[in-house]
């Protein structure tokens, strides 16, 4: 069985910086696209940012582009985002997820495994 664990979630004030962990067991790391996607307070879950298995290939939502960065080790089976200039309106459950297709995709139908989600709260 797959699990994926979520960590590193807190509260930050506008304009900090928070890094997110996500450390994955159960079967071959390397073998899972990883992405991670939010949920907002009533509001449907939406993607973040997505990462190829050997971690050359990154992707990321319009929303967040050239704030976060993904990243993977895929030596200690974690994906991290690392959230640069922060704003109110990325307060919101982060949930990391794993895809056994190949190719990057925002589709969340795309993703097989999902953590349960650690919460980021930024302040104004």
């Known amino acids: 069985q797959v699990q994926l664990v979520e960590s590193g979630g807190g509260l930050v004030q506008a304009g900090g910086s928070l890094r997110i962990s996500c450390a994955v067991s159960?079967?071959?790391?390397?073998?899972?696209?990883m992405g991670w996607f939010r949920q907002a307070a009533g509001k449907e879950r939406e993607f973040v940012s997505a990462i190829s298995r050997s971690g050359a290939v990154p992707y990321y939502a319009d929303s967040v582009k050239g704030r976060f960065t993904i990243s993977r080790e895929n030596a200690k089976n974690t994906v991290y985002l690392e959230m640069n200039s922060l704003k109110p309106e990325d307060t919101a459950v982060y949930y990391c997820?794993?895809?056994?297709?190949?190719?990057?995709?925002?589709?969340?139908?795309?993703?097989?495994?999902w953590g349960q989600g650690t919460q980021v709260t930024v302040s104004s």
């Open positions: 997820a794993a895809s056994e297709r190949y190719g990057l995709t925002d589709n969340r139908e795309w993703y097989d495994y």
């Open positions: 159960g079967r071959t790391f390397s073998s899972y696209g």
